[in-house]
């Protein structure tokens, strides 16, 4: 019997300061989980990041797990509006106003730092997430290579591609 090794393609990419902005966000579940303090370096795992205007001028969509690391971080923001159990609308406190949990770390150093804006839906607690992390050191984003789409074939078939989660499969949408 032979044991055949699949062996994937890790991609390691530089995304400190400005190059951030090459980053997409918009359609991502986030698993980031607060913490007490936040540490020198955290790491963030997230499901369908973009890459806008990447080589060969085409937009990627990463249908898998990435990873982003960041270095030196020195404080942090995060905001996130909880949606109802169906996953399709936000918790209201009135008509106007959704329910809105926000946690703050540190203190930014402005000069020196530069601040970093994710924006996704965060897997828990269950929301659209605004999340700000001032970092001083390198910034990366690491993925498998066979988990990229470009990101017309996403639009044209979301379903095949978005990260579904067993929590919104115990409630029919």
């Not at 400190?16 to 980053?23: A, P, R, Y």
């Not at 913490?35 to 990041?49: N, Y």
């Amino acid at each position: 019997m032979t044991t055949e090794r699949v062996s994937k393609i890790k991609k390691v990419l530089d995304v400190t300061g400005k190059l951030f902005d090459l980053v997409d966000f918009t359609e991502a579940t986030l698993f980031f989980h607060g913490h007490r303090q936040l540490p020198e370096t955290i790491t963030i795992e997230t499901w369908g990041l973009s890459f806008i205007e990447t080589q060969n001028t085409k937009d990627y969509y990463v249908s898998g797990i990435a990873t982003i690391s960041f270095e030196g971080v020195t404080s942090g923001l995060l905001e996130v509006s909880l949606y109802q159990p169906n996953g399709k609308d936000f918790i209201k406190i009135d008509y106007e106003n959704c329910l809105k949990l926000t946690k703050s770390w540190g203190k930014p150093l402005n000069f020196e730092e530069y601040q970093y804006h994710l924006g996704g839906v965060l897997d828990w607690p269950k929301g659209y997430c605004q999340l700000g992390i001032h970092a001083t050191g390198k910034v990366t984003v690491s993925f498998d290579t066979d988990d990229c789409v470009l990101t017309r074939d996403y639009v044209l078939n979301p379903e095949k591609y978005t990260y579904m989660d067993s929590y919104f499969h115990h409630f029919p949408l």
